[in-house]
């Protein structure tokens, strides 16, 4: 594992972007907190303040109250449609202008690697994406704007406007199946990667953390980009604890300076 300080750990993870044929960059919270968006175990976290047993399909599906209280967090996020991307999305976005970049595989639903300028076709959300409002019952498909209007009306718990059913965030809740067509995706895509990047996640919630196994397993190089520890730092080339907006800042200046 690569030792020093900050900026010697920066300017090693930017060579092995530079010898990197298949970069595949893995995100959590962690790279949208400097946007405003709460994480959940960082902190002040969403899971320090809500019980995510209240947050499985179960209960949403069974409870009233789950769902009243599920739109009330999403609302008070107004629903992510007003966050912005930060210097940490608009970095990995410069990686895929230079060309550097096979993917990002991402737990985040904000949509702000796509916001930033990442082609959607190479962003894979394991768990979904804030935009749409299903209807369970129908199918019907509502987009967000339309459904914070519904909520701002004073409307607690939204239904379907065709059939009265219950509507859901397109997101991954607890003790859901992931999208399968995503999930073989990103898990291909770790399992071909030469580099595994990681920046902004804890790495314990499953599927998801097992990517970076894949790509251990098939030979890649590991560089974890947190505060806080996860799993996987012992098993990392590269281990950096430091801000996600500076630290990934500054390594795509020296991946430029090294072209
Ligand atoms: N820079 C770097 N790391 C940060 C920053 C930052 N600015 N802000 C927070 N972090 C770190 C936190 O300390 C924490 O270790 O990012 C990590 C985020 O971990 P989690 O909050 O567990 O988020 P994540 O790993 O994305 O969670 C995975 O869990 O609840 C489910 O579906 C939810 O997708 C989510 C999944
Ligand atoms: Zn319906």
């Known amino acids: ?3 020093g300080d900050l900026d010697a750990k920066i300017a090693a993870a ?3 972007i530079l010898a990197s044929r298949s970069l595949v960059v893995f995100t959590g919270a962690g790279i949208s907190t400097e946007s405003g968006i709460p994480d959940f175990r960082g902190p002040g976290g969403i899971w320090t303040r809500f019980d995510p047993d209240d947050f499985t399909i179960q209960k949403f599906l069974s409870s009233r109250e789950t769902r009243r209280k599920q739109w009330k967090i999403l609302i008070e996020g107004d629903l992510f449609s007003s966050v912005k991307p930060n210097r940490g999305h608009y970095a990995i976005a410069q990686l895929e202008g230079m060309g550097r970049l096979d ?3 991402t737990q985040n639903i904000d949509n702000l690697h796509q916001k930033a300028g990442n082609s959607p076709d190479r962003v894979f959300e394991l768990h979904g994406n804030m935009q749409w409002i299903r209807c369970l019952d129908c199918d019907e498909r509502y987009t967000v704007e339309q459904i914070r209007e519904i909520l ?3 409307v607690e718990v939204p239904e379907c406007e065709k059939c009265h059913g219950t509507l859901k965030p397109d997101v991954v809740f607890f003790g859901e199946m992931l999208p399968p067509d995503v999930l073989n995706a990103a898990t291909e895509h770790s399992m071909r990667c030469d580099l ?10 499953h599927p998801a953390a097992l990517m970076p196994a894949y790509a251990k397993e098939a030979g890649a190089g590991l560089i974890i980009v947190n505060i806080g520890d996860t799993p996987y730092d012992s098993r990392a080339d590269i281990l950096i604890e430091g ?4 630290v990934m800042s500054k390594m795509v200046e020296k ?5």
């Open 243 to 246: 801000k996600a907006g500076d």
């Open 1 to 3: 594992m690569v030792v």
């Open 255 to 259: 991946v430029r300076e090294g072209e």
């Open 196 to 205: 595994f990047l990681v920046v902004g996640s804890s790495l314990v919630v």
């Open 103 to 105: 993917c990002i595989i």
């Open 152 to 154: 701002k009306g004073g």
């Open 14 to 16: 930017a060579e092995m």
